[in-house]
C-alpha cells in the first residue's frame, strides 16, 4: 500500500508539472487604454503599468487593475458573431495577448515587459457587449472575454513584449 501511496504522489507531482509547462512565452500584441469610463479604448505602442493599471486608463488598483484578452479568441469571437475577427478595441480589455493560453494562468504569475502581474479570475462579458457587438454579443463572448489581473510589480510595458508565465511560487 505505501509503494502505491508513493506512485500516486509522483503521479500528482507529474500532473502539476506538466499543467504548470507552457510551450514557449507569449507575446503582447496590442495595449489599449480607457481614460472614462465608457470611452472608446485608445491604442497605445508603449504604457507604464502601474498599482492602479495602466498609466491614462480609468481602472483602479486590484484585483482588476489590468484586463488581458487572448488574441487567438478573437477570430472565435467573430466567428459566433456570423463575421470576422473582431477588433480587440471593441472588447474593451487592456492588453491583447498571443501565442500563450491565458486559460491556464489563472492564479499565476506573468512577466510581461518591465512589470510583474497575477491572473485573478475571469473578465466576464457586461451588457456594454450587446451595444457593441450586437444581438449575441454577450453570448459570444462567454467563455472567451478575457482575465483580470493583478499588479504585483508595476514597469514598462511595449507591444512586442514577451509575456512568459513563472514557474508557481516564483516571484
Request: proline share 7%; glycine share 14%; aromatic share 2%.
Amino acid at each position: 500500500m505505501g509503494q502505491d501511496q508513493s506512485t500516486s504522489a509522483g503521479s500528482v507531482g507529474a500532473f502539476a508539472e506538466m499543467i504548470a509547462r507552457q510551450a514557449r512565452p507569449g507575446r503582447l500584441t496590442e495595449i489599449l487604454v480607457r481614460p472614462e469610463r465608457r470611452a472608446a479604448p485608445l491604442p497605445r505602442a508603449a504604457a507604464l503599468l502601474r498599482e492602479e493599471g495602466l498609466e491614462g486608463d480609468h481602472a483602479r488598483p486590484g484585483k482588476r487593475a489590468l484586463t488581458l484578452i487572448q488574441a487567438e479568441h478573437l477570430p472565435v469571437i467573430g466567428a459566433l458573431l456570423g463575421e470576422g475577427p473582431v477588433a480587440a478595441a471593441r472588447l474593451r480589455r487592456n492588453l491583447v495577448v498571443a501565442g500563450i493560453n491565458l486559460n491556464a494562468l489563472k492564479g499565476r504569475r506573468l512577466a510581461i515587459g518591465g512589470a510583474l502581474i497575477e491572473v485573478t479570475g475571469i473578465c466576464a462579458p457586461c451588457s456594454r457587449m450587446e451595444e457593441e457587438l450586437g444581438p449575441g454579443g454577450y453570448s459570444a463572448l462567454r467563455g472567451h472575454g478575457g482575465w483580470c489581473a493583478r499588479v504585483l510589480a508595476p514597469g514598462p510595458l511595449a507591444v512586442g513584449d514577451a509575456v512568459t508565465a513563472l514557474a508557481p511560487g516564483a516571484s
